[in-house]
């Protein structure tokens, strides 16, 4: 049974750093892909940062150059590390995965609707 759990989430200053944690159950890092996605009130689901199955990552435009994706495989866990941060960030933030990882999804990796799997979500509030 797959089961995601996410934590981190908090309140900041912009310019501030928060480290998101994912930890899964159930789930194959060399099989899946793996993904962050975030959602602010009134806004669509967007996708943040994603990992392929074969290790290489994807970002949004928005978050290029802030946010780093990584799993820690032995610790079961995804991890999300947002560096200067904005009050635009403000959302909460889901941890998601897709049982399936070809190549063929690569250029999906950032659709939520490409995901089977999610977790319950951690709030991220980022003020002036």
């Known amino acids: 049974q797959v089961q995601l759990v996410e934590s981190g989430g908090g309140s900041v200053q912009a310019g501030g750093s928060l480290r998101l944690s994912c930890v899964t159950s159930?789930?194959?890092?060399?099989?899946?892909?793996m993904g962050w996605f975030r959602q602010a009130p009134g806004k669509e689901r967007e996708g943040v940062a994603a990992i392929h199955s074969d290790g290489s990552t994807k970002y949004a435009d928005s978050v290029k150059g802030r946010f780093t994706i990584s799993q820690d495989n032995a610790m079961n866990t995804l991890y999300l590390q947002l560096n200067s941060l904005k009050p635009e960030d403000t959302a909460m933030y889901y941890c998601?995965?897709?049982?399936?990882?070809?190549?063929?999804?690569?250029?999906?990796?950032?659709?939520?609707?490409?995901?089977?799997?999610w977790g319950q979500g951690t709030q991220v509030t980022v003020s002036q």
């Open positions: 998601a995965a897709r049982d399936t990882c070809s190549r063929r999804d690569w250029w999906a990796l950032l659709l939520p609707s490409i995901y089977n799997y």
């Open positions: 159930g789930i194959t890092y060399s099989t899946f892909c």
